[in-house]
């Protein structure tokens, strides 16, 4: 039930993100967002563990975003403060992806490379489903790939060594949830 709700909440905050950067309406994901962290937050065991995390998912995506974007490799149609920022949606969207790291991600934990292989495998791939919803432009289409994948696979091995620090949920999910605790 955990993993539904958490998978879920992703899906939902990424496609409101995606088709609202895509549709000039740039605040409609940050709004799903931040309803889906809230929810999060309000289950989590250590809610200010949790918070901590998903503030650094959003520190880092801003980064390398906005380094993709000053190199040119990257645009967005909607939400940029500056030429060479990342969208304000697209870093609410590395929050969001912060609720996902102590729950249906944490099968990567102590496993680098297999969380390097994911991310090199798995970031291009949400960055090209974005790029065909329209909420993404590549300026150079190989290179920008390439970096992506470069990219998320240093970040998924960082994330998942953060998750393990910073971590507010128990391995069973949420706290008081009898519904989908692991049998022993």
């Known amino acids: 039930m955990n993993l539904l709700i958490n998978l879920t909440a992703f899906k939902l905050g990424w496609l409101s993100s995606v088709f609202g950067g895509a549709q000039q ?32 998912c959003g ?39 912060g609720t996902t790291i102590n729950l249906s991600m944490r099968w990567m934990r102590g496993r680098p490379l297999l969380a390097a ?15 065909k919803i329209g909420g993404i432009e590549f300026g150079d289409q190989t290179a920008a790939i390439a970096m992506l994948a470069i990219g998320w696979a240093v970040i998924m091995p960082l994330l ?20 989908g605790q692991r049998i022993a």
């Open 59 to 97: 520190l880092i995506g801003a980064v390398f975003d906005s380094a993709l974007v000053a190199a040119g490799w990257v645009t967005f149609p909607s939400g940029m403060f500056s030429d060479l920022m990342a969208p304000y949606w697209i870093v609410t969207m590395w929050m969001l992806f």
């Open 160 to 179: 998942m060594h953060l998750g393990e620090r910073l971590d507010g949920v128990s391995p069973d999910g949420y706290r008081g949830d009898v519904i």
């Open 117 to 131: 292989a994911f991310g090199f495998v798995g970031g291009p791939l949400a960055y090209i489903a974005g790029h």
């Open 25 to 56: 309406l740039p605040w409609l994901g940050p709004l799903v967002v931040f309803i889906a962290v809230a929810i999060h937050l309000a289950r989590a065991e250590r809610p200010g563990s949790e918070l901590m995390l998903i503030a650094s």
